[in-house]
């Protein structure tokens, strides 16, 4: 669905009333992320009823997803190569 990215998912923040979750995600082996991010959004009413099925027992809401790109493993990735030199 997403080419061939790797997609990992780094943090999620829920409201405590379960409304929306706020999705962070590390995309790799992507040419653009931003363009993959773009084609997760759009994925999301599917993305939210694949996690309905999966966990609707679970739990009485499944919470609106937003999805937002992580930078925090560029950023560790870049100081690394920094303190390489």
């Known amino acids: 669905m997403f080419g061939h990215a790797m997609i990992t998912v780094t943090k999620v923040h829920v409201t405590s009333d379960l409304s929306i979750a ?10 653009d992320k ?7 959004k759009f994925h999301t009413k599917e993305i939210r009823f694949k996690l309905g099925q999966r ?10 997803l937003q999805f937002y790109l992580d930078y925090s493993l560029d950023y560790i990735e870049k100081i690394e190569k920094l303190l390489d030199k």
């Open 34 to 40: 931003n363009d993959t991010l773009k084609l997760i």
């Open 55 to 64: 966990i609707g027992k679970q739990v009485r809401v499944i919470p609106d």
């Open 22 to 31: 706020k999705v962070y995600l590390s995309l790799f082996t992507t040419a």
